[in-house]
């Protein structure tokens, strides 16, 4: 089994998060280093994924009304619309090489919402996925986002699951561009997990899902110190 | 040398792509394995390297439009002739199915039509590597005795070709005109791709990619599943041949090109017919005998194997079947087959005899329970009456599932073809 790195980096502006994939990609596809999960949380954020259809029209907020509740919005690389990242959120980054036997995006893209659902299931939260539209849902509302970047099979961004975040700051956006549906938590659905709680079930799960085998995590940048 | 962009296809249940941006645009340099465009599909924004190094002459789709896999969305002329080393694992381009190693339809040596453009290339790089391994003196003698520096064993450093090597060949050369003159043909082998035979790629671990993975999976699949036996026969092509030469004309006027696969297609529908349990398979304790006779040809690609379908193959005329399989081998080298041009098969025919072989055993292409490899075709003693005469001869071989095809069956069948064969009816051309 393939090793799989977890690393808990607790709150990380979402600028960070990027730059810090973007090297991990790199280091990933050079071999530096093997397959690593990055479970994060980001300050208020909206982030836009790459899909010309949709994206920043789908912020219902003015910008005046954003800088004032301090939500930042970015850019990023990945695919899907628009989606809001913020404290009680667990934000996942599994950077891994689906080389070789995983060459197949929709796939992963299922395989990521195995593990949520699984994790769901591990808090007694009956989740399901719906079809046509990606993410892990607790009956019409939203529990987890996905939203994913390949680059010659090298994975970054992820998913975001709710666990005690305030969904009132959804309410800036018409999320993921659907706009007949809400969103929902852990903490919403009655379930008390902590932060800590989830991220150990995500961890486990990613692995038994992805069939790779947690090892200890090593300083984020080891393997460029030794360049 | 141009090379096709096509949308990739990054899962097997994917039939198309979006466009969302082009990182290069028409003009532009791009190196191989450079990120060339992103395509979206559900969530995922994929990033893809393009396929060759050279610059973008022509881009076929939009951002924001959305294609079908395997479509062409791009074209680079490539600007330097590098050799094609690494098999980069291709995420594109990977229709279903796959077959034993075949080759093109024209049963003739057929690499001297795939060898062209592959030839040269490798000869580039080649002599680019020789060259920068010699001197300039020696460049000089080579050309002014018009020597090709690529033919000579070089015993200097490096395998460097030094001025004793080239002027020893010289003089050896003056005694046997013939072996100076005659460029090095670049062997065959090479015109096959690097990708498919793993040139230069000793001491390295490459991924499989999801074509050979699945031909892979198919090949042990089917060993498995039908109780594989072969039998050979030897076939006397020389009536197959006259009647070739006599309407070869006529059929190019008609667009089609009238090969030995057309007959042999011709008369296999036809044997199906007579002989159905050929044209069946097995559902656990059933045969179904197939309603239709769809028989798929094997088409070798550079990135693998496909195995396109000509339907209802017993109701056409040889002409058909001729326009039939280099329409198909044609759209499967460009990569425009259809989906449903690659399924529905009953029977298969695979040509390794257009590498040489002078027969292969063929595994079945699932869920088929059959199928004729047809070796090389080529003038051979043979026993005609009692005196020794020279003929086109060939050999069919026939790979069969013994679940539910006996020997004698089998035979009879093959009887069948090659009986057909030899006492062509002139009239059914």
Redesign the interface.
């Known amino acids: 089994m393939r090793p799989l790195e977890v690393h808990r980096l607790g709150l990380v502006p979402y600028l960070e998060g990027l730059a810090l994939q973007r090297a991990a990609v790199e280091d990933r596809r050079a071999n530096r280093v093997g397959d690593r999960l990055f479970l994060v949380e980001h300050p208020h954020v909206l982030t836009v994924?790459?899909?010309?259809?949709g994206g920043r029209s789908h912020i219902r907020a003015s910008a005046e009304a954003l800088a004032a509740r301090g939500v930042e919005v970015h850019d990023t690389?990945?695919?899907?619309d628009i989606t809001y990242h913020g404290p009680g959120q667990i934000v996942g980054y599994p950077i891994i090489d689906l080389?070789?036997?995983r060459?197949?995006?929709?796939?992963?893209?299922r395989d990521l919402e195995e593990v949520l659902l699984k994790v769901a299931g591990d808090f007694d939260v009956a989740a399901t996925r719906m079809a046509g539209l990606?993410g892990v849902w607790v009956g019409d509302e939203k529990l987890a986002a996905?939203?994913?970047?390949?680059?010659?099979?090298i994975t970054s961004h992820g998913f975001a699951i709710n666990v005690t975040a305030d969904l009132e700051y959804f309410n800036l956006i018409v999320p993921c561009g659907i706009a007949d549906r809400g969103v929902t938590s852990f903490a919403r659905l009655g379930c008390v997990a902590s932060q800590g709680q989830v991220e150990d079930r995500i961890a486990a799960r990613f692995a038994e899902v992805f069939d790779r085998r947690i090892v200890p995590p090593v300083s984020l940048t080891a393997a460029r110190d030794t360049e | 040398m141009a090379t096709d962009v096509v949308m990739p296809q990054?899962?097997?249940?994917?039939a198309e792509g979006?466009i969302?941006?082009w990182i290069k645009k028409v003009g532009d340099a791009v190196e191989r394995?450079e990120?060339l465009l992103?395509i979206?599909?559900?969530?995922?924004?994929?990033?893809i390297?393009s396929p060759a190094g050279g610059i973008v002459s022509e881009i076929r789709a939009g951002?924001?439009d959305t294609v079908p896999v395997n479509s062409v969305i791009a074209v680079i002329v490539e600007t330097s002739s590098r050799p094609e080393a690494a098999s980069t694992?291709q995420?594109g381009g990977e229709p279903e199915t796959a077959m034993t190693p075949a080759s093109a339809p024209a049963p003739e040596p057929a690499q001297s039509q795939r060898a062209g453009p592959r030839v040269s290339r490798g000869e580039d790089s080649l002599e680019a590597t020789i060259r920068g391994r010699s001197s300039p003196l020696v460049r000089r003698i080579a050309r002014e005795h018009n020597v090709d520096i690529a033919q000579i064993a070089g015993t200097g450093l490096a395998g460097r070709v030094t001025r004793d090597d080239i002027l020893g060949f010289i003089s050896t050369a003056a005694a046997k005109p013939d072996a100076a003159a005659a460029p090095p043909a670049a062997s065959p082998a090479r015109s096959v791709s690097g990708a498919a035979t793993g040139a230069g790629l000793a001491g390295q671990t490459v991924?499989?990619t999801?074509m050979r993975?699945r031909i892979a999976e198919h090949m042990v699949a089917s060993r498995r599943t039908s109780a594989h036996v072969h039998t050979v026969f030897e076939v006397n092509f020389s009536r197959v041949a006259e009647i070739r030469a006599a309407k070869k004309a006529e059929y190019e006027l008609a667009g089609a090109s009238l090969t030995y696969l057309a007959f042999i297609t011709r008369a296999v529908a036809a044997a199906l017919r007579a002989v159905p349990v050929v044209n069946a398979s097995v559902e656990g304790d059933n045969i179904v005998y197939h309603r239709s006779v769809n028989i798929g040809v094997a088409v070798a690609l550079e990135w693998g194997l496909i195995v396109p379908v000509i339907r209802n193959a017993d109701t056409k005329t040889l002409l058909g079947l001729s326009q039939a399989i280099a329409d198909l081998a044609n759209r499967a080298r460009s990569k425009q087959l259809k989906p449903d041009e690659v399924s529905g098969g009953t029977f298969t025919i695979t040509n390794p005899g257009a590498l040489g072989a002078l027969f292969g055993m063929p595994v079945i292409n699932q869920p088929q329970v059959a199928i004729l490899g047809v070796g090389n075709i080529g003038k051979r003693p043979v026993v005609i009456g009692d005196a020794l005469s020279i003929r086109p001869m060939g050999h069919l071989s026939l790979g069969y599932d013994h679940r539910i095809i006996d020997g004698s069956v089998a035979d009879e069948f093959m009887s069948n073809v090659k009986r057909t064969l030899e006492s062509w009816d002139s009239s059914d051309v």
Do not use: F, N, Q
């Open positions: 994924g790459v899909r010309r259809d690389g990945r695919g899907g080389k070789p036997d060459l197949d995006v929709h796939r992963y893209v990606t996905i939203g994913v970047r390949i680059s010659r099979w | 990054m899962g097997e249940s994917i979006t969302v941006r394995d990120p992103e979206s599909t559900d969530k995922v924004d994929a990033e390297p951002e924001g694992p995420k991924p499989m999801v993975k």
